[in-house]
Nanobody, 121 residues
Framework: QVQVIESGGGLVQAGGSLRLSCAAS????????MGWFRQAPGKEREIVAT????????YYSNSVKGRFTISRDNAKNTAYLQMNNLKPEDTAVYYC??????????????WGQGTQVTVSS
């Protein structure tokens, strides 16, 4: 199974930007669809964005569409989440996930430990 580690979280003011990175190791990165999820205090984990193995197909939740951009660099075994125009409601722990099936709810999905993003108003 691939291992993934997130980085890039932090504290930012509303309207600011952050870029999260997800570094993968242990298996061929290009075999995996990648996804970003988040979980705010007291709420369930929710999908943020996903990207296909080649990067040709992406999906965004309505809450982040037009503000966030998911991308990947298969040569660097890394996926990214560029977050612009951040809002206080984006505050959450952000998780990276890797799935060979492209089905992130499947038990075979690999999850990172998460990185905290806090947006102050």
């Amino acid at each position: 199974q691939v291992q993934v580690i997130e980085s890039g979280g932090g504290l930012v003011q509303a309207g600011g930007s952050l870029r999260l990175s997800c570094a993968a190791s242990g298996r061929t990165f290009s075999y995996y669809a990648m996804g970003w999820f988040r979980q705010a205090p007291g709420k369930e984990r929710e999908i943020v964005a996903t990207i296909s193995r080649s990067g040709s197909s992406t999906y965004y939740s309505n809450s982040v569409k037009g503000r966030f951009t998911i991308s990947r660099d298969n040569a660097k075994n890394t996926a990214y989440l560029q977050m612009n125009n951040l809002k206080p409601e984006d505050t959450a722990v952000y998780y990276c996930a890797a799935s060979t099936l492209g089905v992130f709810g499947h038990p075979s999905t690999s999850w990172g430990q998460g990185t905290q993003v806090t947006v102050s108003s």
